[in-house]
């Protein structure tokens, strides 16, 4: 007999909204989190930006569960009440070349099914300037669906439900192991003392960690997809934000470009650049400043010099491309048909949209279980 009728292994946002998801199903679900406390990694390192859906390919995972998820976490946040703004963002032009990205945006926003309310709207440069002064831009897209979110109290919200639902989280508690079977079986530490349970369902959803701990286990290791990570550094500008909106450049490579994102307290950061890495380190070099001043510029250039100051940094878990088939970094989920083991569902890639998406993933992980759960 199983310990536990389901076990979620992380609790960051994407962990919290599974585990949400599953006790409001009725299951019995127990949450182990190797920190101490909810969303101590990727899912509080980052812009808390509520994306629309632009930029991911058609039929992706991102832009499928990004532009359904976005609407259930509107629903949440005001049902909710969690702070949040939908500010909107404008993506923005400086030459002719970077025009040509902002039809393709368009375009691609389009394919992945933004409604027509939340569909881009094409500014010229007299437009730009007449809604953001400080703006050097050519022209720029305005996604009005665009938004910021409290994470910090979403995630708060979501473990509030999912505790009143029954769901049981246990902190201090590393995953080390995990053997396939029937029941599935965990062990790690805790407090520097082993345990071991016993689970008839398990959902993986540790972030950087849940490639390394396929890899622990022959039957697994095989199905493992290759993972790199990127880290993102972010700066803050002390004082009045020069800004509106978020203001992001054109897309760069790894990522979004050095975008100006606001808190709900209007002020400004400047981030994410991208960084490869081969293990997590969350310290932010001030020497990177010169290129965020650089890359800003050419969408302010009223910035001043040695203005911006370290503030924090992220590390984004990505699947290497090959591994999904597209030429892009996707999300990827594999269950119980592609792992070969019932009961099992295991999380990959969840960075950027993840926030945005969590709901929806919560929902397709939990899906992809429940005939499993249910025998």
């Known amino acids: 007999m199983a310990d536990v009728k389901l076990i979620v292994v992380g609790a960051g946002v994407i962990g919290l909204a599974v585990a949400r998801e599953a006790a409001l199903r009725g299951i019995r679900t127990m949450v182990l989190e ?43 946040l005001s049902q909710r009440a969690i702070p949040h703004r939908r500010c909107g963002k404008l993506i923005v032009a400086t030459c002719d070349a970077e025009e040509e990205v902002l039809q393709h945006l368009r375009e691609r926003a389009v394919a992945n099914g933004l409604a027509e309310a939340d569909r881009l709207q094409y500014l010229s440069r007299r437009e730009v300037n007449r809604r953001e002064p400080e703006l050097r831009a050519s022209a720029a897209l305005l996604s009005p669906s665009t938004g910021i979110v409290d994470s910090h109290s979403f995630m708060l919200a979501l ?112 981030g994410p650049d991208t960084e490869p890495v081969t293990a997590i380190d969350y310290d932010v070099d001030p020497r990177r400043r010169d290129r965020f001043e650089s890359s800003i510029r050419r969408y302010w250039p009223g910035l001043a010099s040695g203005k911006l100051v370290p503030a924090y940094a992220g590390i984004r878990p990505k699947v290497v491309p090959g591994t999904t088939g597209t030429g892009e970094s996707d999300f990827l989920i594999q269950g119980p048909e592609e792992l070969g083991e019932r009961g099992l569902v295991i999380l990959h890639g969840v960075e950027s949209p993840g926030l945005t998406a969590a709901l929806s993933l919560a929902r397709a992980a939990c899906d992809r279980l429940s005939q499993s759960i249910a025998n």
Not at 48 to 75: D, F, T
Request: charged share 15%.
């Open 34 to 76: 190797a920190g101490d406390v909810v969303g101590g990694e990727t899912s509080s390192r980052n812009s808390e930006v509520i994306h629309a859906g632009i930029y991911y390919s058609p039929g992706s995972l991102k832009a499928w569960h990004c532009v359904a998820g976005r609407k259930q976490l509107y629903g949440y």
């Open 159 to 270: 473990q509030g439900d999912a505790e009143a639902a029954g769901a049981e989280f246990v902190f201090r508690t590393r995953v080390e192991s995990l053997s396939p079977g029937n029941p599935h079986m965990l062990a790690g530490t805790s407090g520097g003392q082993p345990w071991d349970l016993r689970a008839g369902a398990v959902i993986v959803a540790s972030g950087h960690h849940s490639a390394s701990l396929m890899q622990r286990d022959p039957r697994l290791s095989t199905l493992a997809p290759e993972i790199r990570l990127v880290k993102g550094n972010y700066f803050a500008l002390p004082g009045k934000s020069p800004f509106k909106q978020l203001i992001y450049p054109v897309p760069a490579r790894d990522g979004l470009g050095i975008h100006a994102t606001l808190d709900l307290a209007g002020q400004t950061r400047f």
